[in-house]
C-alpha cells in the first residue's frame, strides 16, 4: 500500500500550518487511473472516480473533495468508510474536524467586533486584558490584533495545552494563559517575523470573550455559525454527535500498516485555534462567503468592505492575513487564499480564488499525512473544472 512521506504515531498538541501550501499544488501526478477517469467529460461520476482511485492508492479510510463557487453551486463527492474496520461509508454530510482552518473564522469574528467599534486592528493586549497587571509591565502588552493576525507577535507556537486539558471553564483557563504570556521572555529578533503561533489565535479569541463574559463557542456559534446555517458546526472531536453522519479520526498502527480509529482531539482551551469542526456542505457556507463582498446584495455577515478586505490582505508585509495564507495562482486569476488544518487525526485543506468566485477543498479522515494526498484531490477538482490541464 502507497504510503505518504511520514505516520503518527501520537496525537500532537500542535495545529500547523503548512506553509509549502502557499507556494503551489503540489505537481505530483495523481494516479493514472484517476487520471483517465477524470478526463472522461461524459462520466457523471468523474470526480468521484477520480477521488476514489485516489484514496485506494493510497489505502486511506475516507476522503471529500469538491468546489464552491460565489453563487453557492456546490460540487461534492466523497468515498471510503468513517471509521477503519466498519462498511459505514462516508456521506456527504458526514463530520470533519477542520482543524487549523478554524483560524480564519476566528478572524472573521474580530472583523465583526472591530466593525460594531468594540475592538480595533491595533487594539494592544494590555488595553484588552485591562484586569491582568501583568501585562501592562511587559512588552507583551503592546502586541496587536494586527500582530495576532499575521503571527507577528513573536509568541510561541504553542501553551503546555495539558495543563488545561481538564479545565471546565474554558474562559478562566484561557485568562490564565493571557496572564502566562506576560511572563514569557522577550525577543526582539522574534517579533516582527512570521512565526506560526496557535497561541495568538487563542487570544484572539479570547479577547471576544473578554468583551462578551462568555465563551468563544458560544459566541461564534451564535453571530457566525448561526447567520449562516452551519448547524453541524461543533467543537472538538465529532464522534459523540448523535445528529449528524460522523468520521472517526485515524492514526497510523505502530507497523504503519493498518489505520487505528481514534476519538480524540487537542484540549477545549485551544478552540479559536483550531477545534471546529463540521459537515462538507456547512463549511462551504462559511468558504463561500469568503468569496462574496459586502456589496453584494446577500452578503450575510455585519462587516463593511474596509475590515473585510482586512481580512484578505496582509498588513504587515506577510503572506498571511486574517486566518487565511495569501499569494497568486495562475489558475485563480489572480489572489488566493488558502489555509490547511489538521489535529494530526483528521486532515482539511481549500484555496479560494476570489477573482474568479471559485473555492477547491479537500480532506480526509487521518492526519498531516493526507497533505500531499488531498493536493492531488485538489489537482483533481481543478481538472474536473477545466481549470488545469490533464497530464499524462
Keep these: 500500500m502507497p504510503r505518504a ?63 464552491i463557487t460565489k453563487d453557492g453551486a456546490l460540487t461534492l463527492e466523497v468515498c471510503g468508510v468513517a471509521k477503519q474496520g466498519e462498511t459505514t461509508r462516508l456521506e456527504k454530510n458526514s463530520l470533519m474536524h477542520l482543524g487549523s ?21 491595533d487594539s494592544s493586549l494590555k488595553s484588552i486584558f485591562e484586569d491582568l497587571p501583568e501585562l501592562k509591565k511587559s512588552p507583551w502588552g503592546d ?15 504553542n501553551a503546555a495545552w495539558s495543563k488545561w486539558s481538564k ?45 462578551e463574559k462568555r465563551s468563544w463557542e458560544e459566541i461564534i456559534s451564535e453571530r457566525l455559525f448561526r447567520p449562516l446555517s452551519m448547524k453541524s458546526a461543533g467543537f472538538g472531536s465529532p464522534v459523540s454527535r448523535e445528529d449528524y453522519p460522523v468520521t472517526w479520526g485515524h492514526i497510523r498502527s505502530e507497523d504503519g500498516e493498518s489505520w487505528i480509529p481514534i ?8 478552540g479559536p485555534a483550531g477545534t471546529v469542526h463540521a459537515s462538507m456542505e456547512d463549511w462551504c457556507k462559511y468558504l463561500r462567503v469568503h468569496l462574496m463582498s459586502p456589496n ?14 482586512r481580512l484578505h490582505q496582509s498588513q504587515l ?11 497568486t495562482r495562475d489558475w485563480a486569476n489572480g489572489s488566493i487564499l488558502t489555509h490547511n488544518g489538521s ?27 493526507a497533505s500531499p494526498v488531498c493536493d492531488r484531490a485538489l489537482q483533481l477538482v481543478l481538472r474536473d473544472a477545466g481549470l488545469l490541464e490533464n497530464k499524462r
Excluded at 494530526?344 to 477547491?360: D, I, K, S
Aim: hydrophobic letters at 40%; aromatic letters at 10%; one cysteine or more.
Design 5 to 67: 512521506p511520514f505516520s503518527l504515531r501520537f496525537i500532537s498538541l500542535a495545529i500547523s500550518f503548512a506553509l509549502t501550501s502557499l507556494t503551489s499544488i503540489y505537481s505530483q501526478e495523481i494516479p493514472s487511473a484517476a487520471t483517465n477517469k477524470a478526463d472522461s467529460e461524459n462520466s457523471k461520476n468523474s470526480l468521484y472516480d477520480g477521488l476514489e482511485s485516489i484514496r485506494s492508492h493510497f489505502g486511506f479510510p475516507g476522503m471529500a473533495c469538491g468546489r
Design 343 to 369: 489535529n494530526t487525526m483528521w486532515y482539511c485543506v481549500v484555496f479560494l480564488a476570489p477573482e474568479r468566485g471559485l473555492g477547491v477543498f479537500a480532506a480526509a479522515n487521518v492526519g498531516l499525512e
Design 101 to 121: 482552518c478554524t483560524k480564519s473564522m476566528t478572524a472573521t469574528l474580530v472583523a465583526i467586533y472591530v466593525e460594531e467599534g468594540k475592538l480595533r486592528w
Design 317 to 327: 508585509k506577510t503572506e498571511y492575513a486574517g486566518g487565511w495564507g495569501t499569494g
Design 167 to 211: 479545565a471546565t471553564d474554558r474562559v478562566k483557563a484561557r485568562h490564565e494563559i493571557a496572564a502566562w504570556v506576560a511572563n514569557l521572555p522577550w525577543d526582539d529578533k522574534r517579533h516582527g517575523a512570521f512565526d506560526y503561533s496557535n497561541v495568538g489565535y487563542m487570544l484572539l479569541g479570547h479577547a471576544i470573550e473578554q468583551l
Design 296 to 309: 453584494d446584495p446577500d452578503f450575510p455577515l455585519p462587516i463593511g468592505n474596509e475590515n473585510w478586505k
Design 263 to 270: 476519538d480524540l482531539d487537542n484540549p477545549a482551551v485551544l
Design 143 to 157: 502586541i496587536t490584533v494586527n500582530e495576532l493576525l499575521e503571527h507577528t507577535s513573536g509568541l510561541p507556537a
